[in-house]
């Protein structure tokens, strides 16, 4: 393996896996014979593992089992094949929650680099690859990193994830971190409500893949009489959200404010709030794209170190 370090930004969600290209859902099961179609399959250590499909419940931490690394090798496999690639040293550049940056940081990257060498398959191809490096970034600066001297000096980040909200003004383009705040609200629950609602008013629950449609912005098939409590649902997340910020002592008429992440679209979408102070970045990839970005100006800044590191 030559020296050459290929940097792979992702975004480890409780809904879905990002990278720069790529989105698929967090789930993860085991499968306990070859199976006969390998589509999203991943064999490690002996293991098939079938990544996608319903996703994972949300625990405490990601760190408490192997599915976030499984997922990881299925996102580094799905990378390195959009790159046409198969063995690699990797600089992994990942992120966290601003508020809990600290307290994680390490468990996240000892859990991420616990194997140097890994040696995989996905659908039926062999991966080599050598993690060079865990790098961590806090999660709603990396998506805006790229483009933060374009917004207003003084503004307010709003990343709304699939489970929590991140609140994080900046200052001179810089983040306040003592203001800065992580609430457990995010989408998930939003779906959850919708759910509970339905069963409520109908009896039966929706496919949360459908539910992510409306979010995004579609409706499919989905009949009428869910699409108005789905919307409904939506114009009260929307509330609670713009309430949060009240709370926290944003002015909405003039607090410049950029919603980014999977749930800036619903923002956008069922929000009244449409002044010229509020703006939007509704690419679920933004942090994935972000932490690589983030990543590859490390990597430019310590390359010796990190190529020291891959030996």
Same mark, same amino acid.
């Given at each position: 393996?030559?020296?050459?370090?290929?940097?792979?930004?992702?975004d480890?969600? /409780?809904s879905?896996?990002?990278?720069?290209?790529?989105? %698929?859902?967090?789930?993860?099961?085991e499968?306990?014979?070859e199976?006969? %179609?390998?589509?999203?399959?991943v064999? /490690?250590d002996?293991?098939?593992?079938?990544?996608?499909?319903?996703?994972?419940?949300?625990?405490d931490?990601?760190?408490?089992?192997?599915? %976030?690394y499984?997922l990881?090798?299925?996102?580094?496999?799905?990378?390195?094949?959009?790159?046409g690639m198969?063995?690699?040293?990797?600089? @992994?550049?990942?992120?966290?929650?601003?508020?809990?940056?600290g307290?994680?940081?390490?468990?996240?990257?000892?859990?991420?680099?616990?194997?140097?060498?890994v040696? %995989?398959?996905?659908?039926?191809?062999?991966?080599?690859?050598?993690?060079?490096?865990?790098?961590v970034?806090?999660?709603?600066?990396a998506?805006?990193?790229?483009?933060?001297?374009?917004?207003?000096?003084r503004a307010?980040?709003?990343d709304?994830?699939? /489970?929590?909200?991140?609140?994080?003004?900046?200052?001179?383009?810089?983040?306040?971190?003592?203001?800065?705040?992580?609430?457990?609200?995010g @989408?998930?629950r939003?779906?959850?409500?919708i759910n509970?609602e339905?069963?409520?008013?109908?009896?039966?629950?929706?496919?949360?893949?459908?539910?992510q449609e409306?979010?995004?912005?579609?409706?499919?098939?989905?009949?009428?009489?869910?699409?108005?409590?789905?919307?409904?649902c939506?114009?009260?997340?929307?509330?609670?959200?713009?309430?949060?910020?009240?709370?926290?002592?944003y002015?909405?008429?003039?607090?410049?404010i950029?919603?980014?992440?999977?749930?800036?679209?619903?923002?956008?979408?069922?929000?009244?709030?449409?002044?010229i102070n509020?703006?939007?970045?509704p690419?679920?990839?933004?942090?994935?794209?972000?932490?690589?970005? @983030?990543?590859?100006?490390?990597?430019?800044?310590?390359?010796k170190?990190?190529?020291?590191e891959?030996?």
């Open positions: 393996m030559n020296k050459h370090i290929e940097v792979i930004g992702i480890h969600g /409780w879905n896996m990002k990278t720069v290209s790529q989105i %698929f859902t967090t789930g993860v099961k499968i306990t014979t199976p006969a %179609f390998f589509d999203n399959i064999e /490690w002996g293991t098939y593992y079938k990544v996608g499909g319903k996703r994972l419940e949300v625990r931490t990601k760190v408490e089992n192997d599915n %976030f499984l990881t090798l299925a996102a580094v496999a799905k990378e390195l094949n959009r790159r198969r063995n690699s040293n990797i600089l @992994l550049s990942v992120g966290l929650p601003l508020t809990r940056f307290a994680e940081k390490q468990d996240f990257i000892k859990y991420l680099a616990r194997n140097k060498d040696i %995989f398959r996905f659908e039926k191809e062999k991966y080599h690859i050598r993690i060079a490096r865990v790098s970034f806090p999660q709603c600066y998506a805006v990193a790229d483009c933060i001297r374009t917004l207003p000096e307010v980040i709003v709304i994830g699939s /489970w929590t909200i991140d609140i994080m003004p900046i200052r001179k383009y810089y983040p306040d971190e003592s203001e800065c705040t992580t609430i457990p609200q @989408l998930i939003c779906m959850r409500e509970e339905c069963v409520r008013k109908i009896g039966q629950e929706i496919d949360e893949n459908l539910i409306v979010m995004a912005g579609g409706r499919g098939t989905v009949p009428e009489k869910y699409m108005e409590i789905i919307e409904g939506l114009k009260g997340f929307v509330e609670k959200v713009y309430n949060t910020l009240k709370e926290h002592g002015n909405l008429d003039i607090t410049p950029i919603f980014v992440g999977g749930g800036a679209a619903v923002m956008k979408l069922y929000g009244n709030n449409a002044g509020i703006q939007y970045i690419d679920v990839k933004a942090n994935a794209k972000g932490y690589e970005y @983030l990543g590859r100006a490390y990597l430019a800044n310590n390359r170190t990190v190529e020291a891959a030996e």
